[in-house]
Every structure is written in C-alpha cells, then in structure tokens.
C-alpha cells in the first residue's frame, strides 16, 4: 500500500512541477489521482513535499550567488561549478520570460564565456611581450651583424674597381667568351666590374 501511494505522490509531484508539459489525458488522470488520495495519504504527501522542498532550498541555498558568476567562477571549486551548471540547466527548461536578468546572463555566461576550452590562448598585454621580445631579438642580431663587419679586415685587393678593370681589360685581350662575355659586340657585352 505504501509503494503504490509513494508512486502516485511521485507522479503527483513531477505534475505540480510542470503542469503545462503534460497532455491532456495525464492531466485528467493526475486530477482523479488527487481527489482519490485518503486523509492519512494526504498527511504522508504533505511530509514528503515538505521534505522535498527543504531539501530542494537547502540544495539552492548551498549554491553560490549567480549573480556576478564572471568574477566568481576561477575561485569556485570543479564541485561548486558543476552544481551551478547543473542549476542553470534546469532553469533553461523553463520559460525564458520567468528568469531573472542575472540567471539569463549566467547561463549564457556559463554556456558561452570564456573558461575551459574557450579560454584565451594569450592574456591581456601578451602583445605587448610579443613586441617587445621581436624588437629584442632583431636588435640584437643587428648588433651582432655591425659588431662582425667592423672586427672584419678590409675588403681584399680583387675586389676594388681598378683591379676588376684591368682584368676586363684582360679578358677583351685573350677574346674570352666572344657571345656574351667582356670580348662580345654591342649590348651584350659584360664586364667584371662589381665594385662601385
């Protein structure tokens, strides 16, 4: 007898909770469920909703405040998190006009925000390090190029313009490569001149 009696509060219950989700044949039946309840079943579910709702508030009140959940939700423990995900879940199943503006901005926070896999890969004035460690480095290899070139001897005979002259010179003399070399006619011709 008890079994069946904890049954129908159990059906009477989910239907008091969300009485426009049910189809119009389980209404009925949850009316004819209410009005079929003896004094002594009413006395037992008035026991167990009122235990059920105390531990429903003692399960909301241990909840941390929704309302500034951005600033809160670092210091919270993966326990505490996942409580209030699991809160914001339920109200969501709810018509979105009876929530408060601060449960709208947590669950879309909670669902949308930027922590766990959202989080940014570089914090606030990584740019800044960024450019100055590039800046860094480019000046140190610039400091290192000029500090080569100047501990560098000078630059070797072959390489100035008179001796690079002379040896066209001596290319046109021997008619070293006639087509397109020093010794070619007109625009082709080519000279080893490099040094300015």
Avoid at 45 to 74: C, F, G
């Amino acid at each position: 007898m008890l079994t069946n009696a904890a049954n129908r509060l159990v059906i009477l219950q989910r239907a008091v909770q969300t009485p426009n989700l049910l189809p119009a044949s389980q209404k009925l039946a949850v009316l004819r469920l209410r009005w079929s309840f003896k004094a002594e079943n009413r006395s037992l579910a008035t026991v167990a909703v009122s235990a059920d709702q105390s531990a429903a508030t003692s399960r909301t009140s241990s909840l941390p405040s929704i309302s500034n959940i951005e600033a809160a939700w670092k210091e919270m423990s993966p326990q505490e998190q996942e409580a209030i995900f699991h809160h914001l879940e339920g109200l969501q199943k709810k018509d979105w006009t009876q929530l408060s503006l601060d449960e709208k901005k947590a669950s879309y926070w909670v669902s949308f925000g930027p922590h766990g896999p959202r989080e940014p890969l570089h914090a606030p004035g990584s740019g800044i390090k960024l450019l100055l460690g590039i800046t860094g480095c480019v000046s140190a290899a610039i400091a290192l190029f000029v500090l080569i070139r100047s501990a560098s001897p000078d630059l070797p005979r072959t390489m100035t313009k008179e001796w690079q002259e002379a040896a066209t010179e001596r290319a046109i003399e021997q008619k070293m490569d006639p087509f397109t070399g020093a010794s070619a006619q007109g625009e082709k011709a080519k000279t080893f001149v490099q040094s300015k």
